[in-house]
């Protein structure tokens, strides 16, 4: 069986394999070498996932989900006729999607995977991103940084040492990453990052400006109309594409709001330098990540061989100008910012499952040595962050501590457990209390409890504790209000896999209607082409099968049950019966 590289984006995905030792896209079922995240509830219960679910998005705003990603890790919920759905469950649905695209296009099952995320994500969001493939029925064999993907990627054809800077500006998130490529080595040095910054920001930005031009215009204000809001929208993310290789992007929306005097239509130009002053800001605010990945990485800008964009929000010009300004280097254009993400995914899945043999520089698998994003720290006396782990150390990570009680004859103690640069304990992101129960009441200072931290290649962290008096072994509880637990895990599972069974009897079903209606469509253009040539009785079957069938196909396809299915196959096989003489005629007419 294959193992697929996974690039799971905010904007885009993208899935790609090796093939012939070589890392190649793998088309979606709609032809297209990145599928969009973007999932889609219909008003008959169908889910909806990619192009077909943007589609619809301008006439089923509310039932349309995009950007998921930025929601990974928490306990944020999009319901939809009742049922509200995680963001584990949404990207399911997206994996799922690429993962059936792959089996079809593989022509075998697809069941690992290597699934990649923003280098800044925490604990909880790459747990949730691993707990989003087992609900989409993927073996997530690694969680591995973007920025050492497409560091990856490009190693490939470019093996020779040197110090990269991956500098990965996505829908959702933005990444830098220093990352040095020795022989059969990638190592990263340090990364840094932004997780609230991306193209969906520079998108609210000209969606605002034409939002605001409508308003001026005609004192409309589209904000609460949100069919007209979501057309504007997509017309906003086209602008700011067109604006990357021309000058001026022009929008035109007619009928966009009901005015006093009839329909309103929406004509902007927005011009490149208009488009810079109102994103100026977006794009200084990856200077501090860049300055802190350099110094972090102990290196000059000047050091660097290579610098790769990554991520379509790199095609902007002020982007790359940007990049030139801070780096001074021109950015390599040797990958594509697009699917290089996913090939390098891709090529570390094949290392991991044993069959990187005829990979160029991994014959002898490529070694990835990644780094913790943030720094890992617990809540001492007085709500001081007391720091472990630093950040940017290499994975994976090992570390014991002793600790002892606060106070008198404790029988217990909690343990926060935090992320993040801040010294005080309430300014960083806490990610798990563990509590430790049990411990002999003793004086404050005279228990001795090891604790230790273990992060995990993907990065995840998982937490042991020991009592060194006894030599026992004790449980800890994690409390961590954003990740599912395995009962939920399950139950999205079963969730997605009756989905996948419903969606094949619903398939079955369109194609029973369609068929059914192109037969009694045909059947009546026969009795008004030829019922002149037909018997009285005849004529009166005729039309009492095609008025028995159009009462079945009147209900709604949501509502069919197998022995309304039943009855549509009997109906259409008795208007054929009884038509085939006339269809026959009408044949032989024509």
């Given at each position: 069986?294959?193992?697929?590289?996974?690039?799971?984006?905010?904007?885009?995905?993208?899935?790609?394999?090796?093939?012939?030792?070589?890392?190649?896209?793998?088309?979606?079922?709609?032809?297209?070498?990145?599928?969009?995240?973007?999932?889609?509830?219909?008003?008959?219960?169908?889910?909806?996932?990619?192009?077909?679910?943007?589609?619809?998005?301008?006439?089923?705003?509310?039932?349309?989900?995009?950007?998921?990603?930025?929601?990974?890790?928490?306990?944020?919920?999009?319901?939809?006729?009742?049922?509200?759905?995680?963001?584990?469950?949404?990207?399911?649905?997206?994996?799922?999607?690429?993962?059936?695209?792959?089996?079809?296009?593989?022509?075998?099952?697809?069941?690992?995977?290597?699934?990649?995320?923003?280098?800044?994500?925490?604990?909880?969001?790459?747990?949730?991103?691993?707990?989003?493939?087992?609900?989409?029925?993927?073996?997530?064999?690694?969680?591995?940084?973007?920025?050492?993907?497409?560091?990856?990627?490009?190693?490939?054809?470019?093996?020779?040492?040197?110090?990269?800077?991956?500098?990965?500006?996505?829908?959702?998130?933005?990444?830098?990453?220093?990352?040095?490529?020795?022989?059969?080595?990638?190592?990263?040095?340090?990364?840094?990052?932004?997780?609230h910054l991306g193209g969906d920001d520079f998108d609210e930005r000209v969606t605002a400006y034409l939002v605001d031009a409508f308003k001026r215009e005609h004192g409309v204000d589209l904000?609460?109309?949100?069919?007209?809001?979501?057309?504007?929208?997509?017309?906003?993310?086209?602008?700011?594409?067109?604006?990357?290789?021309?000058?001026?992007?022009?929008?035109?929306?007619?009928?966009?709001?009901?005015?006093?005097?009839?329909?309103?239509?929406?004509?902007?130009?927005?011009?490149?330098?208009?488009?810079?002053?109102?994103?100026?800001?977006?794009?200084?605010?990856?200077?501090?990540?860049?300055?802190?990945?350099?110094?972090?990485?102990?290196?000059?800008?000047?050091?660097?061989?290579?610098?790769?964009?990554?991520?379509?929000?790199?095609?902007?010009?002020?982007?790359?100008?940007?990049?030139?300004?801070?780096?001074?280097?021109?950015?390599?254009?040797?990958?594509?910012?697009?699917?290089?993400?996913?090939?390098?995914?891709?090529?570390?899945?094949?290392?991991?499952?044993?069959?990187?043999?005829?990979?160029?520089?991994?014959?002898?698998?490529?070694?990835?040595?990644?780094?913790?994003?943030?720094?890992?720290?617990?809540?001492?006396?007085?709500?001081?962050?007391?720091?472990?782990?630093?950040?940017?150390?290499?994975?994976?990570?090992?570390?014991?501590?002793?600790?002892?009680?606060?106070?008198?004859?404790?029988?217990?103690?909690?343990?926060?457990?935090?992320?993040?640069?801040?010294?005080?304990?309430?300014?960083?992101?806490?990610?798990?209390?563990?509590?430790?129960?049990?411990?002999?009441?003793?004086?404050?200072?005279?228990?001795?409890?090891?604790?230790?931290?273990?992060?995990?290649?993907?990065?995840?962290?998982?937490?042991?504790?020991?009592?060194?008096?006894?030599?026992?072994?004790?449980?800890?509880?994690?409390?961590?209000s954003g990740r599912m637990s395995d009962d939920d895990i399950d139950r999205a599972i079963r969730d997605a896999e009756q989905y996948a069974a419903q969606d094949g009897e619903r398939r079955?079903?369109?194609?029973?209607?369609?068929?059914?209606?192109?037969?009694?469509?045909?059947?009546?253009?026969?009795?008004?082409?030829?019922?002149?040539?037909?018997?009285?009785?005849?004529?009166?079957?005729?039309?009492?099968?095609?008025?028995?069938?159009?009462?079945?196909?009147?209900?709604?396809?949501?509502?069919?049950?197998?022995?309304?299915?039943?009855?549509?196959?009997?109906?259409?096989?008795?208007?054929?019966?009884?038509?085939?003489?006339?269809?026959?005629?009408?044949?032989?007419?024509?």
């Amino acid at each position: 069986m294959a193992t697929i590289g996974i690039d799971l984006g905010t904007t885009n995905s993208c899935a790609a394999a090796v093939e012939g030792g070589r890392p190649a896209i793998i088309p979606n079922a709609e032809g297209e070498r990145t599928t969009p995240s973007v999932i889609a509830f219909s008003k008959d219960g169908e889910r909806l996932v990619g192009t077909i679910a943007c589609r619809q998005a301008a006439v089923n705003p509310d039932r349309t989900i995009e950007s998921v990603k930025r929601r990974m890790g928490d306990t944020w919920r999009a319901t939809v006729d009742g049922k509200a759905y995680s963001p584990q469950e949404l990207s399911a649905m997206i994996l799922r999607k690429l993962r059936i695209d792959a089996e079809a296009f593989l022509a075998q099952d697809v069941t690992d995977a290597v699934i990649t995320v923003p280098a800044y994500f925490d604990d909880a969001q790459r747990q949730a991103t691993k707990d989003a493939g087992r609900i989409a029925g993927l073996n997530v064999l690694r969680i591995i940084n973007e920025p050492t993907a497409a560091a990856l990627a490009y190693g490939l054809d470019n093996g020779r040492q040197q110090k990269v800077m991956v500098y990965d500006l996505g829908g959702g998130t933005f990444d830098v990453s220093v990352i040095e490529i020795g022989d059969g080595v990638i190592e990263v040095l340090a990364t840094s990052g932004d997780n609230h910054l991306g193209g969906d920001d520079f998108d609210e930005r000209v969606t605002a400006y034409l939002v605001d031009a409508f308003k001026r215009e005609h004192g409309v204000d589209l904000r609460g109309n949100q069919a007209a809001l979501q057309r504007v929208k997509e017309a906003a993310r086209e602008a700011k594409k067109e604006l990357s290789s021309l000058d001026t992007a022009h929008v035109n929306l007619p009928f966009l709001a009901q005015g006093a005097a009839g329909p309103l239509h929406l004509e902007a130009t927005l011009s490149r330098a208009a488009f810079n002053d109102m994103t100026r800001d977006l794009v200084e605010r990856t200077t501090g990540p860049v300055q802190n990945a350099l110094n972090d990485a102990g290196i000059a800008a000047s050091e660097l061989g290579c610098v790769l964009l990554v991520g379509g929000s790199t095609r902007i010009p002020a982007v790359q100008d940007h990049v030139k300004k801070l780096t001074g280097k021109e950015p390599s254009a040797s990958i594509n910012p697009d699917e290089c993400v996913a090939m390098g995914a891709a090529m570390q899945g094949a290392t991991l499952s044993g069959s990187a043999t005829g990979l160029v520089k991994a014959d002898n698998s490529i070694l990835l040595l990644d780094v913790t994003p943030l720094s890992l720290s617990i809540e001492t006396v007085g709500g001081v962050a007391t720091r472990l782990v630093e950040r940017n150390t290499t994975l994976p990570v090992h570390y014991s501590q002793v600790f002892s009680t606060a106070a008198a004859f404790q029988t217990s103690v909690e343990i926060k457990v935090l992320q993040g640069e801040r010294p005080m304990a309430a300014d960083n992101k806490a990610i798990g209390t563990f509590k430790l129960k049990g411990i002999k009441r003793a004086p404050a200072g005279a228990p001795q409890i090891e604790v230790t931290f273990d992060i995990d290649a993907n990065g995840i962290l998982t937490v042991s504790a020991k009592d060194l008096d006894t030599g026992k072994q004790q449980s800890i509880t994690i409390d961590d209000s954003g990740r599912m637990s395995d009962d939920d895990i399950d139950r999205a599972i079963r969730d997605a896999e009756q989905y996948a069974a419903q969606d094949g009897e619903r398939r079955d079903l369109m194609v029973l209607r369609e068929e059914g209606q192109r037969l009694a469509n045909e059947a009546n253009r026969a009795l008004t082409q030829v019922g002149k040539q037909l018997e009285k009785e005849e004529k009166k079957q005729i039309k009492a099968d095609v008025a028995g069938l159009q009462k079945l196909l009147g209900k709604k396809l949501d509502k069919l049950d197998a022995g309304d299915a039943d009855a549509l196959r009997a109906a259409t096989a008795q208007l054929e019966q009884s038509s085939a003489r006339a269809r026959a005629l009408m044949a032989e007419q024509a």
